[in-house]
């Protein structure tokens, strides 16, 4: 097909237009997804993550996550069998490109993955003096770009240290459960590149899914419980001693 310069000049802002939906993970950009039949969270099973960085890597190519920033990180937990209450964490680079060897000393080591939580009751939606912050009728907590002012008030509200200032665009940034994926029946990028199954994208509204089995037969968890904020990531065996 021929196309002239005009023609060309005529149809690149509906491109970028068409390409934005995209990227936005929009309705329009997924007619046949409903976002009502939808409520997503995630399931981590802490027992199959070995800590290699594969999801951090995989979240920062699908999302351009500045460098030094993340989405989602993995955090190791050293928990001493003396000091019980007291485990020593690190996470060199957010876990990106693995972790060192650390002396054989007793004890016990483990990797926690970390994202955004995607509560239900979310305090960053709250202090949001635009709105930016809000969560979509499928349950996850994202933010529009255009609207954010880059205040602050989300990320100091986080009571998980999830959110982040992106300094290019001066805009708060997160996990949005790469939702430009999952409205077209993908799963995440993290899900995706992690080798063991650590990590599971789950519907909560779907009878199908294995997750509602699962909720019954094991030990699941969220991260501070006691924050009452509704928490979607499911954590399966997670330990006291993790904050």
Known sequence: ???????????????????????????????NYKMTEHWWSMLVDIDKCIGCGNCVRACATENDVPEG????????????????????????????????????????????????????????????????????????VLIDKEYCIGCRYCIQACPYGCRFLNPKTRTAEKCTLCYHRITKGLTTACCEACPTGARQLVDLKDPKDPIHEFLRTHHVQVLKPHLATGAKVFYNDLDGSVR
């Not at 972790?99 to 926690?112: A, C, S, W």
Request: net charge negative; aromatic share 10%; glycine share 8%.
């Open 1 to 31: 097909m021929n196309i002239s310069r005009r023609q060309m000049l005529i149809l690149l802002p509906a491109a970028a237009v068409a390409w934005k939906a995209v990227l936005a993970g929009t309705p329009e950009a997924s007619p």
């Open 69 to 140: 920033y993340f989405r989602t990180w993995v955090e190791r937990y050293h928990v001493s069998d003396y000091d019980l209450a007291n485990p020593v964490v690190d996470s060199p680079d957010g876990g990106k490109h693995g972790f060192p060897p650390i002396p054989e000393t007793g004890g016990r080591d483990f990797f926690v993955p970390k994202i955004c939580n995607h509560c239900a009751d979310s305090p960053c939606t709250q202090v949001c003096p635009v709105g930016a912050t809000f969560m979509s009728p499928d349950g996850v």
